[in-house]
């Protein structure tokens, strides 16, 4: 199939004053299509070489062909006639991996910020372009704004309940006499968990239990669990037979 070429994009690797590697790309629908040639423009290297990677990348089994490939009508005038052509081109997953293979100074830059991002993720469990989210788009623009995404995920995030527990500890341990080893601190998370659960549910954290444990719906009719399956101790968990509402 072949389709007409897509929104012109925009994909570049500099190095700012200060010594900074950034990334500045303009995406069309999520993605970004560039041919063999504009990678080579890019990585600054031979049009061959992004060939040869590109088939490896495939052979590997590190990409799939019909998910990061398109072919595109492209129609240009020579003289007075009109030429089409069908061009390949390669959607973003396609551009990182080459840029992780190619030897030039401009995908090593790329490699710098890639990994940069990447330490964050794994130290922090997160990554933001601030300056992205300081500056979204202007109204109108076809360029997608992920603000509301965020901050959805990030409301999620605060209202899972080992994060409340967690904040609830903070206060707690403003006390004085906070020892967490004392049974009574221990009793006193789990009246705070009963009535956290008898707010949602109406119920305690055991009368959870008892009203909707049962064998013969699925998975003992757990809504979550850890990954993997179901173990003995999931079952005795009450926030597990929690409702998506709840």
Same mark, same amino acid.
């Given at each position: 199939?072949?389709?007409?070429?897509?929104?012109?994009?925009?994909?570049?690797? =500099? !190095? @700012?004053?200060?010594?900074?590697?950034? #990334?500045?790309?303009?995406?069309?629908? *999520?993605?970004?299509? %560039?041919? &063999?040639?504009?990678?080579?423009?890019? =990585? !600054? @290297?031979?049009?061959?070489?992004?060939? #040869?990677?590109?088939?490896?990348?495939? *052979?590997?089994?590190? %990409?799939? &062909?019909?998910?990061?490939?398109?072919? =595109?009508?492209?129609?240009?005038?020579?003289?007075?006639?009109?030429?089409?052509?069908?061009?390949?081109?390669?959607? %973003?997953?396609?551009?990182?991996?080459?840029?992780?293979?190619?030897?030039?100074?401009?995908?090593?830059?790329?490699?710098?910020?890639?990994?940069?991002?990447?330490?964050?993720?794994?130290?922090?469990?997160?990554?933001?372009?601030?300056?992205?989210?300081?500056?979204?788009?202007?109204?109108?623009?076809?360029?997608?704004?992920?603000?509301?995404?965020?901050?959805?995920?990030?409301?999620?995030?605060?209202?899972?309940?080992?994060?409340?527990?967690?904040?609830?500890?903070?206060?707690?341990?403003?006390?004085?006499?906070?020892?967490?080893?004392?049974?009574?601190?221990?009793?006193?998370?789990?009246?705070?968990?009963?009535?956290?659960?008898?707010?949602?549910?109406?119920?305690?954290?055991?009368?959870?239990?008892?009203?909707?444990?049962?064998?013969?719906?699925?998975?003992?009719?757990?809504?979550?669990?850890?990954?993997?399956?179901?173990?003995?101790?999931?079952?005795?968990?009450?926030?597990?037979?929690?409702?998506?509402?709840?």
């Amino acid at each position: 199939m072949t389709d007409n070429l897509p929104t012109k994009s925009e994909f570049l690797i =500099y !190095q @700012t004053e200060d010594g900074r590697v950034t #990334l500045d790309v303009r995406l069309d629908n *999520e993605t970004v299509w %560039l041919t &063999q040639q504009m990678m080579a423009d890019l =990585y !600054q @290297t031979t049009q061959q070489n992004i060939s #040869l990677h590109i088939q490896n990348i495939y *052979e590997e089994g590190e %990409l799939i &062909q019909d998910s990061t490939h398109k072919k =595109y009508l492209s129609v240009r005038a020579e003289g007075k006639r009109e030429i089409k052509r069908q061009l390949d081109y390669y959607n %973003l997953d396609m551009i990182i991996s080459v840029g992780y293979r190619v030897k030039s100074n401009v995908a090593t830059r790329f490699r710098i910020w890639a990994t940069q991002r990447l330490k964050e993720y794994i130290v922090k469990g997160f990554v933001l372009d601030d300056e992205r989210l300081k500056n979204p788009p202007v109204a109108g623009s076809s360029i997608p704004d992920y603000f509301d995404e965020m901050l959805e995920r990030i409301r999620d995030i605060r209202a899972s309940e080992r994060r409340m527990y967690l904040r609830v500890k903070e206060i707690f341990a403003m006390a004085g006499d906070y020892d967490p080893s004392e049974s009574e601190t221990n009793k006193f998370f789990s009246v705070i968990q009963n009535k956290l659960h008898f707010a949602a549910t109406g119920m305690t954290a055991a009368e959870l239990i008892r009203r909707r444990a049962d064998a013969g719906l699925p998975n003992m009719g757990l809504t979550s669990w850890k990954v993997g399956e179901v173990r003995k101790t999931d079952v005795t968990i009450a926030k597990n037979y929690l409702r998506e509402e709840e």
